[in-house]
């Protein structure tokens, strides 16, 4: 039977929700809209009269393709070219999704989606339902097929894994441009001393190229090869401008609630460097320049307003 009117405005409603979860199970956009595509197909196909919680019904479908999909993902990054992060959002963009509390804006941090990667896929499952969007254990039970106390002790056992990564410090917009700004200076100086003092003494350096961009395997580890890392990514190079199309604009950003650099040349976003900002200094910088992971990022920078850049690199 074809679905009527409030049948497809049901769907519509829920479909925010619906991406929002499947980013934080995927880590990746593109794969959170294909999900979410499936999901309205199977709502298409069922008897939607006999069911009787829709939205129920809707996340438990797409819980379970993003299991599916986190599975076969595991195979796939054993062959991925260098070292996989996830697909950064820009301030604003709705696939965040909720951010009303600490919990929820920490499951979207950049730091938090990289941790999660280690989770298996119905530990990853359990705590982005309950921790970003607070089912109750016993609707959980119910998406995944498991008895409530199993649902509770996998949170359990997730949180504490998330937990064992390095906590960081929230900021808002004004603080993460300062941090950013920064940066940028310390960057910017011709000396990597002044980078070395704004990070932790064990901060790491990691990017993705998805073997389309050059992008090192292996993480820098200290905040010494960190710091001279950056500080070769902020001279100027011909062979740097020819790879990305010309001389990047620098501008100070959000990328999934964390200070973060954004290089953009021509409109396009070329690459997303953020930073994991703790207590002591910055932790970590992840830099996406995988250009199949930027065309979201693109899209969401042509729409706003976003003024002057901090600087012209190279």
């Known amino acids: 039977m074809p679905l009527t009117v409030k049948d497809v405005d049901r769907f519509v ?14 880590g990746s956009a593109a794969e959170a809209e294909d999900a979410v595509q499936e999901t309205f197909l199977r709502w298409q196909a069922a008897d939607v009269d006999r069911i009787e919680v829709p939205e129920a019904w809707l996340t438990k479908v797409l819980t379970n393709l993003c299991l599916n999909q986190l599975t076969s993902a595991r195979a796939r990054r054993e062959t991925y070219v260098g070292q996989w992060l996830p697909e950064p959002l820009l301030g604003g963009d709705p696939m965040l999704g909720p951010a009303d509390t600490a919990e929820q804006r920490e499951s979207v941090s950049y730091a938090v989606l990289t941790l999660l990667e280690r989770l298996a896929p119905n530990e990853r499952a359990v705590y982005v339902l309950r921790e970003a969007f607070d089912y109750p254990h016993r609707e959980i039970a119910e998406i995944l097929d498991v008895t409530e106390a199993a649902s509770q002790q996998i949170f359990h056992r997730a949180r504490k894994h998330v937990a064992e990564g390095r906590p960081r410090t929230e900021v808002d917009a004004a603080a993460a441009r300062r941090i950013v700004e920064e940066f940028l200076a310390a960057a910017a100086s011709g000396r990597p001393e002044p980078l070395v003092r704004l990070l932790t003494a064990d901060a790491i350096s990691v990017g993705d190229g998805g073997g389309k961009v050059p992008a090192r395997a292996k993480a820098f580890e200290g905040a010494a090869a960190v710091a001279k890392f950056v500080w070769g990514l902020f001279r100027p190079a ?77």
Do not use: F
């Open 238 to 314: 011909e062979a740097k401008r020819a790879l990305v199309g010309g001389s990047p604009e620098v501008y100070a950003w959000t990328a999934n609630g964390e200070p973060a650099v954004l290089a953009v040349v021509d409109g396009r976003v070329v690459g997303v460097m953020c930073l994991q900002v703790t207590a002591d200094g910055i932790a970590a910088v992840r830099n996406q320049v995988n250009p199949d992971k930027l065309a979201r990022a693109t899209a969401h920078w042509a729409a706003v307003d976003h003024g002057e850049p901090l600087l012209r690199a190279w």
């Open 13 to 26: 409603a829920a479909r925010p929700r619906l991406e929002a979860i499947a980013y934080r199970l995927l």
